[in-house]
């Protein structure tokens, strides 16, 4: 079983920035994909971001592209989100995920899932 702990969520103005960090545990995920993905009140939760078990390849909706980071540290078992120049749409509550198959959009391909966090962007 693998743990996923999200941290990083709070209240930002549009503009500005947040990092978001997931810490994983029970068992190394170095050789899992990892995601993340958002969810908006009333709304399915999205696809936002993804990258191979060994950090060389990552994915993006077109949404953030340009604007967020992924990145892991398999040293450390983690894996954050950088975001920059935040939006009022970019609010909802952010969840990391682990898969045992290739990168993909789908939730479906997500075999662990963390709590999520909440990040809340003002205008």
């Known amino acids: 079983q693998v743990q996923l702990v999200e941290s990083g969520g709070g209240l930002v103005q549009a503009g500005g920035s947040l990092r978001l960090s997931c810490a994983a545990s029970?068992?190394?995920?170095?050789?899992?994909?990892m995601g993340w993905f958002r969810q908006a009140p009333g709304k399915e939760r999205e696809f936002v971001a993804a990258?191979?078990?060994?950090?060389?390849?990552?994915y993006y909706a077109d949404s953030v592209k340009g604007r967020y980071t992924i990145s892991r540290d398999n040293t450390k078992n983690t894996v954050s989100l950088q975001m920059i120049s935040l939006k009022p749409e970019d609010t909802a509550v952010y969840y990391c995920?682990?898969?045992?198959?290739?990168?993909?959009?789908?939730?479906?391909?997500?075999?662990?899932w963390g709590q999520g966090t909440q990040v809340t962007v003002s205008s």
């Open positions: 990258i191979n078990w060994s950090g060389s390849s990552t």
């Open positions: 029970g068992r190394t995920v170095t050789t899992y994909t």
């Open positions: 995920a682990a898969s045992r198959y290739a990168p993909g959009r789908n939730t479906d391909q997500y075999n662990y």
